[in-house]
């Protein structure tokens, strides 16, 4: 296995105190070449884990210290799109309505059917490459947002809200001729060839429920 290979390899964290269970989970996981790393708690976790390759969270609710829940909510206030499968030693309908609702993968309820936990594993591991991916995209069409110049930003968004040439030029004072080569610039810059693709693009570097003005 190459360094890349490695790194590729994604990772399941578990954090149960249960020590019988934590090997039990490792011993499933490696019949499947999944890497677990095993930890007691979430501070240990904290402490310990390695997120920078693809990776999931299979959490206790029941922990000593921080839940599993409130390490759910911690995760979320901080940005860190971790994909959570919870496993439970009770059938608490309530507090597994509350994990799916805050973006759990699933709730499984102990003793855990292998094969369900190794699907709900995997399912968590898409989401996360997934995401990864789309983080990277995002991260670079802003990288070529910020190498734009405030003018060509700003004749950007213009664009991106219909605005035509004459309305650009008359709000900046300048030429339509240089509207079109700020327009042109843009374009370029962002690696587009057409208008709907810049829409796009803004639609992509926009946070959800705000207008497109970047």
């Given amino acids: 296995m190459t360094v890349q290979d490695e790194r590729d390899r994604p990772i399941v964290a578990v954090i149960d105190d249960d020590k019988d269970v934590r090997d039990a989970l490792f011993d499933l996981l490696q019949t499947v070449e999944l890497r677990a790393e095993l930890f007691a ?19 206790d609710v029941r922990l000593p210290g921080r839940s599993g829940l409130d390490f759910q909510q911690d995760l979320i206030k901080e ?5 959570i499968v919870f496993i439970s030693g009770h059938a608490d309908v309530p507090v597994s309505v509350k994990a799916m609702k805050a973006g ?3 709730f499984l309820t102990k003793p855990v059917r292998p094969q369900e936990l ?8 898409a989401r996360d490459r997934s995401q990864r991916e789309s983080d990277r995209i995002i991260a670079e069409l802003r990288e070529r947002f910020n190498a734009l110049t405030a003018r060509e930003r700003d004749v950007m968004v213009r664009v991106v809200l219909g605005y035509p040439n004459k309305r650009i030029a008359a709000e900046f004072g300048i030429s339509e001729g240089t509207v079109k080569l ?16 810049l829409v796009r693009i803004a639609d992509n570097l926009t946070p ?4 497109s003005h970047l």
């Fill in 41 to 59: 708690s979430v501070r240990e976790f904290l402490n310990r884990a390695d997120l920078s390759r693809p990776a999931c969270l299979v959490l």
């Fill in 79 to 83: 940005g860190v799109k971790l994909p």
């Fill in 104 to 106: 759990a993968v699933e």
């Fill in 118 to 125: 190794l699907d709900a594993i995997q399912l968590a591991i």
């Fill in 182 to 197: 700020h327009r042109g610039q843009v374009m370029r810059k962002m690696h587009v060839q057409s208008v709907a693709e």
């Fill in 208 to 211: 959800p429920g705000q207008a």
